[in-house]
Structures are given as C-alpha cells and as structure tokens.
C-alpha cells in the first residue's frame, strides 16, 4: 500500500521536501503531506509542543522589587540589544526590509501591540487566532512595531507571515508542521522561525528531514535548542535534551542566555543523540518583553510591564526569534544565507557565565553568547560612510598663487596692444 502510494505521488510530478524513500511513514510533496497513519501519536506523525516558558506571575511582584533578575523590565533587553548593537544596525537601514520571514507556532492575535502578519496559513479549522499567546510573543520578537521604540521588533520591515501549526494549548503533529513548512516555501519563505519541538529519535524524523530540505533551497531554518536543560540555578545540566528538529546539523540551534551573558539554567544542553555539538550559539531569551496579546493564556498571571501591553517571559523560543530576526537583517544587508551562521558563530563572544559543571563550554553554550554588529563588520555588510569630496584645486600652482601660465592671456594681450600702439606712433610721424 505505501508502495503505491508513493508511486501514485510521484507519477503526478511532486517536488520532495522529504525523500519519498526515508523510512518514515510519511510521503511529503511540497503541496502536501500524507501521513500513512491515523492522525495520532506515532512514528509516523509525532507529536510536537512548544517548550515549557517561564512567565513571572503577580504573586513574584513583591520579589521582583528585591531581587532584578524577576523585575519585568529591568533592562535586560537593552543590555542584549546594546551587545549587539542593534540601534546602530537600524541606523544603517538594516532593517530587514522585504525579507520573507515565517513563523510556525501558535497562531497571531489580533490585539497584539504592534505585530501584524502579511500573510497567513492555518492547520487548524478555526483560523490563526492564537489563543496561546506563544506565536504572536515569537512573532513581536522578530517584526513587532509597537508604538513606541522600546520592546521593536529587531527586523520589523520586513514581511512577517505566520503559519498556526499548533493547537490552542500549544502542542500539535509533525505532519502539521511539515504542511506549514510547505506553505512557507511556496510563499517564498527566506527565514523560518520553529520555536517548537519533541523529544528527539534515534534517527532523523520527518520534521528534520523537511528542515534540512528547506535549508538546501537556501532558507535560514532557525530554531530554538528547547528548555531541558536544569542548569545553575537548578542543579547540573545532562547531555542530549536538545530537541528535534533543533538537533539537526542544517539548522541554526539557539540556546538562551540573559542579557548579561548568563546561560538560562533551562537552556537545552548538547551534544545531539548522533554527536553534534549543540546548541550553536545562544541570544537573548531571558525575561523577554512580549506582545502577547489580550487575553491569551501566557497573559493571564504575568506581570505586565506597566502599561504597555507587553509581559516578560523566559525561553529558548524567545532566543529562536532573536536569531530569525538577525538572519532578516542579514540579508536585507546583502549577506548570502549559507555565511549567516558561520559570521555569526566567528564573532560570538565566549564570556558566556552561570555554566553548569561537567558540560563541553560547546555542548553548553556553542560558539557562545551573539555579537550581531561585529558579524556584519567582520562579513563586510556595514555601509561605507562616503569619502570626503576632494576639494577643487586652485588655478595656478595649486598654493593659491597665480602662475606664468595663468597670466598668458593678459602677458600676450599688453604686448599686442603695445605693438599697436607704437605701430601707430611710427605711421604717424
């Protein structure tokens, strides 16, 4: 039967984003996913969810006036954009301008400050409406423009599409995502943000196979390291909590630090069940501002941060999005995709601190903590300021002062005029 399934397929000319003969179950053309088994939790189609988040809630209000790191707006996100420089990036107009970016998730809320979608695709019946709150907080950290510039999105020119790949408690299947990821190629993805993910298998699934494929087309496919990781505070970090499709060699995997450079203690820790070291680098993820809409569930207990309609919250899902957002504005400036990560991770900064004992400095925090300004300087992406206009030069002998050679015309109309005059003198006497 799965033969001929996929004969059938393949007679109609399908394109595969994931090879007809992976020994997963599934059948994936770009316009379509076949999974071979009722819709369910299987080997075929896995369930997927977002990472567990950290959201302060108004019973730690009282602590957070004590200890800063529970303060929801207590500067780390200027501390992370200062590190990276990002104003001066905006500056330059490197805004992400144009550049196709997709994010899988929950879903968009309407009522979110600032952040609005281009284009939409939903799995689900009812339409993106996120009720989660997760997609449209991911969404705000990549193209937010709420109205003031405080919590900006970091590439917020560029064209957000959302695709609701998970259902209204924040978990869903693979096939969904692997249909989403489909949409996104069709409608020219450029980057793709999957700040979600399941427990890895003992070989590539179909998600990580759809994700390698997207990266081969030259999509950026950035996702978040996942938050199995107990490290300090919490006690010692253990190997192989990166999850899938994180794991993946192609994609770009993102662990969480604060905007100091603290490793997050639930930050996923590597290496990958097949070896690789993981995560990649790290970004901000820690007490990050969100727009989360309204009525959401990550909204109901959070500390709101004033009035602003936006909520701190903690995760590698928010470190994922700062990464897309980077990747926007990379190539908005003219970088190719395949260098993003190499530049990135050249420039990364290694003062990454909180680090649990027993874990690869790689395996814990990759090539370290982001410095998004000195990888577009270092990959010759930052605008040349003009050279300064070279002044005229003067007639003469270029010090101001008028040569022989400028005075010729008058030196030759006196003595013309001179000839004339005594001429004249001479017929007349």
């Given at each position: 039967m799965i033969a001929l399934l996929l004969a059938a397929t393949a007679a109609w000319g399908a394109k595969w984003i994931v090879p007809a003969d992976t020994?997963?179950?599934?059948?994936?053309?770009?316009?379509?996913?076949?999974?071979?088994t009722a819709r369910g939790p299987s080997y075929a189609d896995r369930p997927v969810r977002i990472p567990p988040v950290e959201v302060p809630s108004p019973v730690r209000a009282a602590a957070a006036r004590k200890n800063p790191d529970l303060d929801p707006d207590n500067g780390q996100e200027l501390r992370a954009h200062a590190a990276n420089r990002?104003?001066?990036?905006?500056?330059?107009?490197?805004?992400?301008?144009g550049i196709v970016v997709v994010v899988l998730d929950t879903g968009l809320s309407d009522s979110a400050s600032g952040v609005t979608a281009a284009a939409t695709w939903s799995a689900y019946p009812g339409g993106v409406r996120d009720v989660?709150?997760?997609?449209?907080?991911?969404?705000?950290?990549?193209?937010?423009?709420?109205?003031?510039?405080?919590?900006?999105?970091?590439a917020s020119a560029?064209?957000?599409?959302?695709?609701?790949?998970?259902?209204?408690?924040?978990?869903?299947?693979e096939s969904d995502v692997i249909r989403g990821l489909n949409w996104a190629a069709d409608s020219g993805a450029q980057v793709v943000n999957l700040s979600l993910g399941s427990t890895p298998s003992d070989e590539p699934d179909p998600l990580e196979l759809a994700c390698e494929a997207l990266v081969r087309k030259g999509i950026i496919a950035v996702c978040a390291a996942g938050n199995g990781g107990y490290g300090p505070p919490f006690g010692e970090s253990v190997p192989y909590q990166i999850s899938s499709p994180a794991c993946s060699a192609l994609v770009v995997c993102v662990g969480s630090v604060s905007g100091d450079d603290r490793k997050s203690g639930f930050s996923g820790c590597g290496p990958t069940p097949?070896?690789?070291?993981?995560?990649?680098?790290?970004?901000?993820?820690?007490?990050?501002?969100l727009a989360l809409g309204e009525g959401t569930l990550m909204l109901v207990n959070a500390v709101k941060c004033g009035d602003s309609g936006f909520a701190p919250a903690s995760g590698t899902s928010f470190a994922c999005p700062y990464v897309a957002g980077l990747a926007a504005l990379w190539l908005s400036a003219g970088g190719a995709a395949e260098d993003f990560e190499r530049f990135l991770a050249e420039t990364c900064s290694k003062a990454v601190t909180q680090l649990p004992e027993g874990v690869a400095f790689e395996n814990c925090a990759g090539a370290g903590a982001v410095r998004a300004y000195d990888a577009f300087e270092r990959a010759g992406l930052l605008p040349q300021p003009p050279e300064p206009a070279t002044p005229p030069t003067p007639p003469g002998n270029g010090c101001g002062k008028v040569g022989v050679e400028a005075l010729?015309?008058?030196?030759?109309?006196a003595v013309f005029a001179t000839g004339c005059y005594f001429g004249a003198r001479r017929r007349r006497s």
């Open positions: 020994p997963t179950g599934f059948a994936v053309e770009e316009h379509n996913v076949r999974p071979m990002i104003a001066d990036l905006h500056a330059l107009a490197i805004q992400g301008v989660y709150g997760h997609g449209t907080a991911v969404a705000g950290v990549i193209a937010g423009r709420p109205t003031t510039t405080k919590y900006c999105g970091l560029c064209r957000l599409l959302v695709a609701k790949v998970l259902g209204d408690d924040g978990s869903g299947f097949w070896g690789w070291t993981a995560p990649d680098f790290m970004a901000f993820g820690h007490l990050v501002p010729f015309p008058i030196w030759a109309v």
